[in-house]
């Protein structure tokens, strides 16, 4: 068929919504491919991510998520798992947008918070109040994945990744 073009799921949220974890379950339902961007930027820099920032600063990780981003939505039948800034870049949005279903996970503060707060590999969150960080980069991000999605799932402390993945599975395959 000619329309071959939104067979990829791309996920995107804020650090912490669960990209990675849903990703890989809904990859094992849907029998696709997983990929996670973050991994793969570790893997071509040999480099963990916070060295990155570290090192080359955030514009460099910027353009290499961009090059990663496209390279990798060309493939067909896989989810991919993006970075929580992946959305800052107008670029990575339309390229997702060609190639993928794109899910919003939609995850409360507080379970982000919950999620993250012991977690030393998110460069971005390396301050005092990491709550207030939080909120702050939330609430300018927040409309940048809302109009890029196709689909958004609301989660919360309560929420069962394989319930996530499930429903992200029906709405993608009833919008396919």
Sequence with gaps: KEEQM?????????M?????????????????????????????????????FEEKGEAYFRKLEREIVYEESLDNN???A?????????EN???LRETSFIVYLDCTI???????????????LNVDDMFEKIKELHSKREIL????????????IES??????EKIKEAYIYNS
């Design 82 to 90: 993006t970075g929580g800034g992946v959305i800052i870049d107008n």
């Design 110 to 124: 507080e379970c982000i918070y919950e999620r993250v707060k012991h977690s030393k590999g998110r460069p971005l």
């Design 93 to 95: 949005i339309k390229t």
């Design 16 to 52: 912490g919504s669960g990209k990675s974890t849903i990703g890989r379950v809904l990859a094992k339902y849907l029998d696709m491919k997983f990929i996670d961007i973050d991994k793969m930027i570790s893997a071509r820099e040999k480099k963990t991510i916070p060295e990155i």
């Design 78 to 80: 896989i989810v991919i």
């Design 6 to 14: 939104k067979d990829n799921i791309a996920l995107i949220g804020f």
């Design 160 to 165: 069962n990744m394989y319930d996530t993945a």
């Design 145 to 156: 994945y809302r109009i890029s999605a196709d689909f958004s799932v609301k989660i919360d």
